[in-house]
T-cell receptor
Framework: EPEVTQTPSHQVTQMGQEVILRCVPISNHLYFYWYRQILGQKVEFLVSFYNNEISEKSEIFDDQFSVERPDGSNFTLKIRSTKLEDSAMYFC???????????FGDGTRLSIL | AQKVTQAQTEISVVEKEDVTLDCVYETRDTTYYLFWYKQPPSGELVFLIRRNSFDEQNEISGRYSWNFQKSTSSFNFTITASQVVDSAVYFCALRGNSGYSTLTFGKGTMLLVSP
């Protein structure tokens, strides 16, 4: 069965540095998402991406965050200047049709020092 | 606005006991989807079930069963004869039919099954 793949599985970065989290969604899917889960808390929506542009974003997704689909296969989340509170598990998800479940990657654990 | 409430923060049971995880939701959408995900200690999200709002038939899959009651806005999950491998955090989630299919998650229920 096709999978959403995320790299790296764990990223350790110094505060203030830029970080790029990478995702390869399922190839024929049209909707792409990033979610965040701070340790011990619930999974929170960050942003959705459709038709090569951001379709929705939460209040968490401020100017420090950006997303790109640079080459038609990868879907990246960039955090421009990381803060300690950005430490979390970041999940990428993709969706083919709206009546189907979203497929999640295994997540990238981001640790900001 | 959508909301999912999982009132049980943590449940501890002994192996072979049955356990029910509660989920209550709020939405203004007339058509919506409900989900359960399992998050084992390794951290990934494992999809368990999806339910459409217009299909209230309960579902059973092995030791798992789900009770969807639209009248009480609840979508409860029961594990029969629990096993140690069921230990995980379980999330209930809601997706409306409007917008871009964003999932709203509950806070999760941690289930600890001891031998």
């Amino acid at each position: 069965e096709p999978e959403v793949t995320q790299t790296p599985s764990h990223q350790v970065t110094q505060m203030g540095q830029e970080v790029i989290l990478r995702c390869v969604p399922i190839s024929n899917h049209l909707y792409f998402y990033w979610y965040r889960q701070i340790l011990g808390q619930k999974v929170e929506f960050l942003v959705s991406f459709y038709n090569n542009e951001i379709s929705e974003k939460s209040e968490i997704f401020d100017d420090q965050f950006s997303v790109e689909r640079p080459d038609g296969s990868n879907f990246t989340l960039k955090i421009r200047s990381t803060k300690l509170e950005d430490s979390a598990m970041y999940f990428c998800a993709s969706l083919g049709q709206k009546d189907q479940p979203q497929h999640f990657g295994d997540g990238t654990r981001l640790s900001i020092l | 606005a959508q909301k999912v409430t999982q009132a049980q923060t943590e449940i501890s049971v002994v192996e072979k006991e049955d356990v029910t995880l509660d989920c209550v939701y709020e939405t203004r959408d007339t058509t919506y989807y409900l989900f359960w995900y399992k998050q084992p200690p390794s951290g990934e999200l494992v999809f368990l079930i999806r339910r459409n709002s217009f299909d209230e038939q309960n579902e059973i899959s092995g030791r798992y069963s789900w009770n969807f009651q639209k009248s009480t806005s609840s979508f409860n999950f029961t594990i029969t004869a629990s096993q140690v491998v069921d230990s995980a955090v379980y999330f209930c989630a809601l997706r409306g039919n409007s917008g871009y299919s964003t999932l709203t998650f509950g806070k999760g229920t941690m289930l600890l099954v001891s031998p």
